[in-house]
């Protein structure tokens, strides 16, 4: 069983940053895909990073250019760099791992944002 340990979150003021750490127990490297989701209270949940084996990453159009999603493969960690925080930025994130197209999930951390 794949166990994912998110950490990072808080609460920051509007215009801050935080990096959030996704912690796994298996090899970073079996993992198809590595992404970071995020659900705001009342909505669902969204896509807001992924990062291929490769490195190759993708960015929901809200975050493009103020969050980074990394990997160190050495020590199975995955991050998100978060910057330029705003209010709609409030939720709980959560980081997955894809491995052979099965989902796991950690238990997720909670960002807020106060403006």
């Known amino acids: 069983q794949v166990h994912l340990v998110e950490s990072g979150g808080g609460l920051v003021q509007a215009g801050g940053s935080l990096r959030l750490s996704c912690a796994v127990t298996?090899?970073?490297?079996?993992?198809?895909?590595m992404a970071w989701y995020r659900q705001a209270p009342g909505k669902q949940r969204g896509l807001v990073a992924t990062?291929?084996?490769?490195?190759?990453?993708t960015y929901a159009d809200s975050v493009k250019g103020r969050f980074t999603i990394s990997r160190d493969n050495a020590k199975n960690m995955v991050y998100l760099e978060m910057n330029t925080l705003n209010s709609e930025d409030t939720a709980v994130y959560y980081c997955?791992?894809?491995?052979?197209?099965?989902?796991?999930w950690g238990q997720g951390t909670q960002v807020t944002v106060s403006s």
């Open positions: 990062i291929g084996r490769t490195g190759s990453t």
């Open positions: 298996e090899s970073i490297l079996s993992c198809d895909c």
């Open positions: 997955k791992a894809v491995i052979q197209a099965r989902g796991y």
